[in-house]
């Protein structure tokens, strides 16, 4: 049955019939003195013995304004509890039912009226709210009966029934057998008179509605003990309040026939509560229905971070009430869903009792849930676990993407940098070895050329050329230098770091502290950031004295240049201490400047020699959930 | 006499060139290596007087010149080795001379272009070969100007003083340094004592010594 709402429509259709029931029956209440003493019209009360016996009671009560409160109350609970229930179920069959059986009720009624037809019809209609109610404990909780056999019982239930109710009161005429007082109900299922065959009927019928109820009882309890955890969560509130139906009806019963005085008026009230239990029952079940989709929420606040396998599972399955759910992963290499101890597993067979909801994802599947067959009966919580166990799933997946994507765009970066490192330093041997060297070799040249011309202009000519020359070598040294230091590679940060305070017009006080060697790409980003930091120094901020130091643990180097200046700097964009910073961030480490004006600069750089702290920091994943979005789930069973 | 000369170098241009420029000065050039391990077995076999070696050689293309140098005048105490490079820092010349028990002894370190005054060249050449020392006057002078911490190598010595300090770094004889400076060997001969007075050092007698001692103090940035 797909998942169907009630429509406007057939709420209203429903509440105006009920409406207009109540209101029939309200006004064919005869409340003349002589009605509401009649025990032939004692609402509940079928058994023609039982009126007999009431009949001779004396001082029994009559019929209150309270009584047929009561009445109306427990009709029109079953009739909006119905409602209720056919709204939020997908399936119409408990709610109709709940509301048919309040219906029954109701016009059963219309016994209190002195119209003969009417009073006949109450009079038949007395038991019959019972049948639906019948078939919704065997259905439930789909309110479809599963096989033929069921679906002949129901059958039998209301034939049965029927059957009693003329058959109690075909040789029973009201009118001849109260002692006490009089009725002047009017039977038309009257054949003839005949009390031994009345009372032959009754002890039948006893006998016949014992064996039934018991059977009943047996088929619940039967189907109660095979059932499944989440089948008798379900039944539970209904199934308690049968039993005190039952019990109430037992005990009214006998009360009938037992007692004597007010106090059968008093037990056959006790009918009304008792009843009123089956609509609060279906009221409970529907609540816990409910709750259990609120927590649906919580679930999917409270799944957020956690690993996949064991909380969410745990989630679920109080959720849905369903201690075996099981959620397994699609694992792609195996071609096969891996349960949570990362075993394969094949998804449950039709009948095996277990029912499984695929997870797909672009058609290719991601997961599975594995639960309780029972389970199948509530889609619509499913589909809301489902939702939120999708969500979740792409949640997490496109956490994982973006992850993913944040260490690729580090390692991208990471990589630019490395390969302009890289970059730096070939360009630096190709000078050296290049443009340099053949410089050197033409000022040998030269020399030798000098000496041989005699004093001269040509000698002089070749001296300036020389000069020249001494002065672009020393000028490609210096760019050389700055593409890559020379130093870094022969004497390492502490030779680069010494050779760079004896440049600065400023003094530098170098100390340099290393525990393990460094890596190259913190090496040279440590010299530039301290080279950058001390041309600063030196150049704006009209320091006295700059302290650099370097100290380097087995894991990172942490690099501070400060000095003694005006402060005031600012990284801005087109400044050098952005692209420091810029560096080090490449590098996962960090860049801090901290300049109060007057108070002197002083930079601080972390360098880690492992960059990737983002996947470091990823926590740990019990199973892996592929990129894209979860498109739809499908049932399984 | 004939100075004997090895030469490494991994450029073959600069092997030339230098091998010409030495050749025409009248020098022989025993062997042009192309790396250490070649220069080692020439100087094994020739017993030159000096070597002109590149400090960056095969395979690192780092120091291995320092390295081959230290071998050098391990085993062969009497051969110079001369050092060139296309740079010059403190600390690759504070690795050459410190590590030796004879300090600066027989060792030099010029940047390559120094090669264009040839008679600068040859004369550092042949100090270096007698035992003497060469150091650039570049790497000295950014020695010597380095702001020291705390105080002023300007205020502490005179002008003149500063001139001796750079050429005495430079590993110049006084005779060397009365020539340049068109003073007399005993003014000189003052001047390096009170330049040793103030800086609290205990006077050297010999050239190679004096030069180590001075080169520590302004690489210690003046302090001790």
């Given at each position: 049955?797909?998942a169907q709402?009630?429509?406007?429509r ?14 029939l029956?309200a ?5 003349s ?6 025990p032939?019209?004692?609402l509940g009360l ?6 007999v016996?009431?009949?001779g009671?004396a ?8 009584e ?12 909006l509890?119905?409602v ?12 109709f039912?709940l509301?048919?059986?309040g ?7 219309l016994r209190?009226?002195?119209?003969p037809?009417a009073?006949?019809?109450g009079?038949a ?9 019948l078939?919704?404990a065997l ?18 239930f209301?034939s ?6 003329a ?6 005429d ?6 006490a ?5 009017r039977?038309l299922l ?5 009390p031994a ?5 009754g002890n ?13 009882v ?19 509130p ?7 139906k039952?019990?109430?009806?037992v005990?009214?019963?006998a ?10 008026s008093?037990?056959l009230?006790?009918q009304?509560p008792?009843t ?9 079940g529907l ?22 396998n064991?909380?969410?599972t745990?989630?679920?399955?109080k ?9 397994w ?5 195996g071609?096969?869903?891996?349960d ?16 499984a ?13 594995v ?9 619509r ?14 949640n ?5 993407q973006l ?7 580090r ?18 041997r190709?000078?050296?070895d290049?443009?340099?060297q053949?410089?050197?070799a033409?000022t ?5 050329a000098?000496?041989l ?9 070749i001296?300036?050329?020389?000069v ?14 700055g593409?890559y ?5 022969e004497r390492?940060?502490?030779g ?8 600065t017009?400023?003094?530098?006080d170098v100390?340099?502290?290393l ?7 913190v090496e ?14 030196a150049?704006?901020?009209?320091a ?14 942490t ?16 400044g050098g201490?952005?692209g ?8 996962g ?7 109060p004006?007057g ?10 020699f492992?960059a ?8 740990e994943?019990s199973g892996?959930v ?8 499908t049932?399984?069973? | 006499?004939t100075?004997?000369v ?11 060139g ?10 022989a050039v ?5 790396d250490a ?13 000096a070597?002109?070696v ?9 120091t291995?010149?320092?390295e ?7 085993r ?8 060139l ?5 403190t600390?690759?010349?504070?690795s050459?001379f ?13 940047l ?5 005054d040839i008679?600068?060249f040859?004369d ?10 060469a ?10 100007s ?7 190598m300007?205020?502490?010595l005179s002008?003149?003083e ?10 110049r ?10 003073l007399?060997e ?11 007075l103030?800086?609290?050092l205990?006077p050297e007698?010999e050239d ?6 001075v080169l520590?103090?302004?690489r210690?940035g003046?302090?001790?």
């Amino acid at each position: 049955m797909a998942a169907q709402q009630m429509t406007p429509r057939q709420t209203a259709l429903v509440l105006g019939v009920t409406a207009a029931l109540a209101l029939l029956v309200a006004f064919a209440v005869d409340w003349s003195p002589l009605a509401v003493q009649d025990p032939a019209r004692t609402l509940g009360l079928l058994n023609a013995q039982g009126i007999v016996h009431l009949g001779g009671i004396a001082d029994r009560a009559p019929f209150t304004v309270f009584e047929f409160a009561m009445f109306l109350a427990v009709g029109l609970g079953l009739v909006l509890s119905g409602v209720a229930a056919w709204r939020s179920q997908p399936s119409w069959r408990p709610g109709f039912l709940l509301v048919l059986a309040g219906w029954l009720w109701l016009a059963a009624g219309l016994r209190r009226s002195s119209d003969p037809l009417a009073f006949t019809a109450g009079v038949a209609l007395t038991l019959m709210y019972q049948p639906p109610l019948l078939q919704l404990a065997l259905s439930f909780p789909t309110g479809k009966l599963a096989n033929r056999f069921q679906k002949a019982a129901v059958g039998f239930f209301f034939s049965l029934w029927l059957l009693a109710a003329a058959a109690n009161w075909a040789f029973f005429d009201p009118r001849l057998h109260v002692a006490a007082g009089e009725s002047n109900s009017r039977n038309l299922l009257l054949l003839w008179d005949d009390p031994a065959l009345t009372t032959a009927i009754g002890n039948v019928a006893r006998v016949v509605q014992v064996c039934v109820g018991l059977a009943i009882v047996v088929v619940l309890a039967v189907r109660w003990h095979s059932g499944t955890p989440a089948y008798r969560s379900a039944f539970l509130p209904l199934g308690f309040a049968l039993v005190l139906k039952t019990a109430a009806t037992v005990w009214v019963a006998a009360a009938v026939v037992q007692l004597s005085g007010p106090q059968v008026s008093e037990a056959l009230l006790w009918q009304y509560p008792a009843t009123a239990v089956i609509p609060l029952a279906v009221l409970l079940g529907l609540w816990r229905y409910r709750f259990a989709r609120g927590s649906l929420g919580e679930l999917m606040v409270e799944i957020g971070a956690a690993p996949l396998n064991e909380r969410l599972t745990g989630a679920l399955r109080k959720t849905v009430r369903d201690p075996s759910l099981e959620l397994w992963q699609w694992s792609a290499a195996g071609a096969a869903f891996v349960d949570g101890h990362g075993r394969a597993r094949e998804l449950p067979e039709e009948h095996s009792g277990r029912a499984a909801m695929v997870l797909e994802r672009n058609g290719a599947p991601v997961g599975a849930l594995v639960f309780d067959q029972a389970l199948r009966d509530q889609p619509r919580l499913l589909d809301a676990v489902r939702s939120a166990t999708s969500l979740t799933l792409e949640n997490r997946s496109m956490e994982q993407q973006l992850r993913e994507q944040l260490v690729e765009v580090r390692r991208s970066r990471e990589r630019i940098v490395t390969a302009g490192d890289a970059r730096r330093r070939q360009l630096e041997r190709d000078l050296h070895d290049g443009a340099q060297q053949r410089l050197v070799a033409v000022t040998m040249e030269l020399a030798r050329a000098r000496r041989l011309v005699p004093d001269g202009e040509a000698r002089e000519l070749i001296t300036r050329a020389a000069v020249e020359l001494h002065e672009a070598l020393q000028e490609l040294r210096e760019l050389a230098r700055g593409v890559y230091p020379p130093s870094l590679r022969e004497r390492g940060l502490a030779g680069s770091l010494t050779a760079l305070a004896e440049r600065t017009t400023v003094p530098v006080d170098v100390e340099v502290r290393l525990e393990a060697p460094l890596p190259p790409a913190v090496e040279l980003a440590a010299y530039f950031i301290c080279a950058e930091a001390v041309t600063n120094s030196a150049k704006y901020a009209a320091a006295g004295m700059v302290r650099v130091r370097a100290t380097g643990t087995a894991g990172e180097l942490t690099v501070v240049v400060a000095d003694d200046g005006r402060g005031g700097a600012v990284p801005g964009p087109d400044g050098g201490l952005m692209g420091l910073a810029d560096r080090a961030a490449a590098l996962g480490g960090t860049f801090d400047v901290d300049s109060p004006p007057g108070r002197g600069t002083t930079v601080t750089a972390v360098l880690p020699f492992a960059a990737d702290g983002i996947a470091g920091t990823a926590p740990e994943e019990s199973g892996t959930v592929e990129s894209g979005t979860v498109e739809r789930g499908t049932v399984r069973p | 006499m004939t100075l004997r000369v090895a030469i490494a170098d991994d450029s073959a241009l600069l092997r030339r060139g230098l091998a010409a420029l030495l050749e025409a000065e009248g020098m022989a050039v025993v062997c042009e290596a192309a790396d250490a391990a070649e220069l080692l077995a020439c100087v094994d076999r020739e017993l030159p007087d000096a070597a002109v070696v590149d400090i960056r050689m095969p395979p690192a293309f780092s120091t291995e010149g320092i390295e081959a140098a230290k071998e050098i005048r391990r085993r062969h105490p009497d051969i110079g080795v001369l050092l060139l490079s296309q740079y010059v820092e403190t600390e690759n010349a504070m690795s050459l001379f410190g590590g030796n028990p004879d300090g600066a002894r027989g060792l030099g370190y010029l940047l390559k272009e120094r090669v264009s005054d040839i008679d600068e060249f040859i004369d550092a050449l042949r100090r270096v070969a007698a035992g003497g020392t060469a150091v650039d006057p570049d790497l000295v002078a950014r020695m010597v100007s380095r702001p020291q911490g705390g105080r002023n190598m300007g205020e502490e010595l005179s002008s003149r003083e500063r001139d001796v300090l750079e050429l005495m770094a430079e590993g110049r004889t006084n005779q060397a340094i009365s020539r340049s400076l068109f003073l007399g060997e005993r003014t000189v001969e003052a001047h390096i004592r009170s330049i040793f007075l103030k800086f609290n050092l205990r006077p050297e007698p010999e050239d190679h010594r004096r030069v180590l001692a001075v080169l520590s103090y302004l690489r210690a940035g003046g302090g001790h």
